[in-house]
Nanobody, 126 residues
Framework: QVQLVESGGGLVQAGASLRLSCAAS???????AGWFRQAPGAEREFVAAITWSVRNTYYADSVKERFTISRDGAKSTVYLQMTSLKPEDTAVYYCAARRDYFPSAAYSDRNRYDDWGQGTQVTVSS
């Protein structure tokens, strides 16, 4: 199992930037780590993913060019740098991890991830 702890959420104005962190720990490293978000009344949706070893990155269309996912190997931490934030980015952001291989076409499928963090709230005011 991989334990995940998110941090870095908060209340910001539209156009601001915010960086979320996800500290991973456990006996094994993930194969892939991802960020998902869930707004009130909505389903949890994919934001971005990164493969642990090769560091290939994948993004939802809604956040491309604004969000960047990265990984610090020494700290076993995954980051989500968010810029040009919009009110529609308001949600609880969750870090997720999958321990073994699965195809990149499925990285946006929340049901394919094994481990989840507790979530961190991001609120963007207009």
């Amino acid at each position: 199992q991989v334990q995940l702890v998110e941090s870095g959420g908060g209340l910001v104005q539209a156009g601001a930037s915010l960086r979320l962190s996800c500290a991973a720990s456990g006996r094994t490293s993930p194969y892939v780590a991802g960020w998902f978000r869930q707004a009130p009344g909505a389903e949890r949706e994919f934001v971005a993913a990164i493969t642990w070893s090769v560091r290939n990155t994948y993004y939802a269309d809604s956040v491309k060019e604004r969000f960047t996912i990265s990984r610090d190997g020494a700290k076993s931490t995954v980051y989500l740098q968010m810029t040009s934030l919009k009110p529609e980015d308001t949600a609880v952001y969750y870090c997720a991890a999958r321990r073994d291989y699965f195809p990149s076409a499925a990285y946006s499928d929340r049901n394919r991830y094994d481990d989840w963090g507790q979530g961190t709230q991001v609120t963007v005011s207009s």
